[in-house]
């Protein structure tokens, strides 16, 4: 028999070679046939890479009857959806019941009545096709919505890293310090993660944004003068007041971005909560609102172990670096004080990764 590979196929499953005869003819000007007069062969031909479209299912067979067929089929996740049509002489009202509670979509009676045949095969190859493009057209809008889903995110980050470039291009011997303090930020959220207080909050998601949202944790420097952000020498106490206003001037700025959006955006959140709160300390002697331990969000938390780390570090107009180990010393030192503990124990642990890090993106 010559299969139509460009139609829906049919498996014809009957131990009788007269039945199959009888069936092949009266479907074949329509659909590709394949026949199977044993179990293992049909299992075989439905569990291929070319399975049927639809499967009429003799009931009586020896060795494994069309019901454990029709269980097989509809037990296995790939070939569920198949429509199966049970044939039989059986005419008991229970043996009709018991197919359709297998999953067959239809009952048909022997001797088989052709106009019947072809409507109620028909009938199921319209639903089959219905079935297979709205799959087709939901796997297709799922991949669309992927692929637009991940255009946004990358132009979230360009845009966030492009705004904290702006911040640096007041400040420009800290070049790399976007960079270091995103993942020295991830590190330290990782890390937490598993410890009992934090990991019902630090899901991967949360620590996904903070890894995007932290460069713009000094975003509001871009309204410190320049006499102050870049001056060499020791703040006055008035030029220190203004330039601990960076802290305001950047949260007004990401708030003015949420209303503006008008809709809930978790990492303007996160940013603006980043970069308000990261030069709070844990014993209350930090700014903007001298606010104390866990009062302070754990995102400004976080941050201030790696702003503090990369400022130790890095040479600045104001200050030279000090050495890795230096720079642990001082944070350890700080713990309990400026820094929360636990976010110190992190740090301790990934120290040589902060140290990997710094080398990584060096300026």
Same mark, same amino acid.
């Given at each position: 028999?010559d +299969?139509?590979?460009?139609?829906?196929?049919?498996l014809?499953?009957d131990?009788e070679? !007269?039945?199959?005869?009888?069936?092949?003819?009266?479907? =074949?000007?329509e659909y590709?046939?394949?026949?199977a &007069?044993?179990?293992? &062969?049909?299992?075989? $031909?439905?569990? =291929?890479? +070319?399975?049927?479209d639809? /499967?009429?299912?003799? #009931?009586?067979?020896?060795?494994?009857?069309?019901y454990?067929?029709?269980?097989?089929?509809?037990?296995?996740p790939?070939?569920?959806?198949?429509?199966v #049509?049970?044939?039989?002489?059986k005419?008991?009202?229970?043996?009709?019941?018991k197919?359709?509670?297998?999953?067959?979509?239809?009952?048909?009676?022997?001797p088989i009545s052709p106009?019947i045949?072809h409507?109620?095969?028909?009938?199921?190859?319209?639903?089959?096709?219905?079935?297979?493009f709205? !799959?087709?057209?939901n796997?297709?809008?799922?991949?669309?919505?992927?692929?637009?889903?991940?255009?946004? =995110?990358?132009?979230?980050? /360009?845009?966030?890293?492009?705004?904290?470039?702006l911040a +640096?291009?007041?400040?420009?011997?800290?070049?790399g %310090? $976007?960079? *270091?303090t995103?993942?020295y930020?991830r590190?330290?959220?990782?890390?937490?993660?598993?410890?009992? *207080?934090?990991?019902d909050?630090?899901t991967?998601?949360?620590?996904d944004l903070?890894?995007?949202? @932290?460069?713009?944790?000094?975003?509001?420097k871009?309204g410190?003068p320049?006499?102050?952000?870049?001056k060499p020498?020791?703040l006055?106490a008035?030029?220190?007041?203004?330039m601990?206003?960076?802290?305001?001037?950047?949260?007004?700025?990401?708030?003015?971005?949420e209303?503006?959006?008008?809709?809930? @955006?978790?990492?303007?959140?996160? @940013?603006r909560?980043?970069?308000?709160t %990261?030069?709070?300390k844990?014993?209350?002697t930090?700014y903007?609102? &001298?606010?104390s331990?866990?009062?302070i969000?754990l995102?400004g938390?976080?941050?201030? /172990?790696?702003?503090?780390?990369?400022?130790? $570090?890095?040479?600045?107009?104001?200050?030279?670096?000090?050495p890795?180990?230096?720079?642990?010393?001082?944070?350890?030192? +700080?713990?309990?004080?400026?820094?929360?503990? @636990? /976010?110190?124990?992190?740090?301790?642990? !990934?120290?040589?990764?902060? *140290?990997e890090?710094?080398? *990584?993106?060096?300026?």
């Amino acid at each position: 028999m010559d +299969e139509k590979i460009d139609h829906q196929a049919i498996l014809i499953v009957d131990d009788e070679p !007269v039945n199959i005869k009888i069936l092949s003819e009266l479907l =074949s000007s329509e659909y590709a046939i394949r026949a199977a &007069k044993n179990r293992e &062969k049909a299992l075989k $031909i439905i569990n =291929s890479s +070319e399975p049927p479209d639809l /499967v009429l299912l003799d #009931i009586v067979m020896p060795g494994m009857d069309g019901y454990e067929v029709c269980k097989k089929i509809k037990s296995n996740p790939d070939t569920h959806d198949i429509p199966v #049509i049970f044939l039989t002489a059986k005419t008991n009202r229970k043996d009709e019941e018991k197919c359709f509670t297998l999953g067959a979509s239809d009952f048909i009676t022997k001797p088989i009545s052709p106009p019947i045949v072809h409507a109620r095969v028909n009938s199921q190859m319209q639903m089959k096709k219905v079935r297979d493009f709205l !799959v087709d057209k939901n796997e297709f809008l799922e991949k669309e919505v992927s692929k637009r889903t991940a255009e946004l =995110s990358h132009i979230q980050d /360009v845009t966030i890293f492009a705004l904290a470039s702006l911040a +640096e291009t007041r400040d420009n011997e800290t070049g790399g %310090h $976007i960079k *270091r303090t995103q993942h020295y930020v991830r590190l330290l959220a990782e890390g937490l993660s598993e410890h009992p *207080r934090f990991k019902d909050h630090l899901t991967e998601k949360i620590i996904d944004l903070y890894f995007k949202t @932290a460069p713009l944790h000094d975003i509001g420097k871009v309204g410190i003068p320049d006499h102050i952000l870049l001056k060499p020498g020791k703040l006055t106490a008035e030029e220190f007041e203004i330039m601990k206003s960076h802290t305001r001037i950047g949260r007004n700025a990401i708030l003015n971005a949420e209303k503006f959006l008008k809709a809930p @955006a978790p990492f303007l959140f996160y @940013a603006r909560e980043m970069a308000f709160t %990261h030069h709070e300390k844990w014993n209350g002697t930090g700014y903007p609102m &001298k606010i104390s331990g866990d009062h302070i969000p754990l995102s400004g938390r976080i941050m201030a /172990v790696a702003d503090v780390y990369d400022a130790l $570090i890095t040479e600045r107009v104001y200050k030279s670096a000090v050495p890795h180990d230096e720079a642990v010393k001082i944070i350890k030192e +700080e713990s309990g004080k400026h820094f929360d503990p @636990a /976010v110190v124990d992190v740090f301790l642990d !990934v120290a040589g990764k902060f *140290r990997e890090t710094a080398g *990584r993106y060096i300026d």
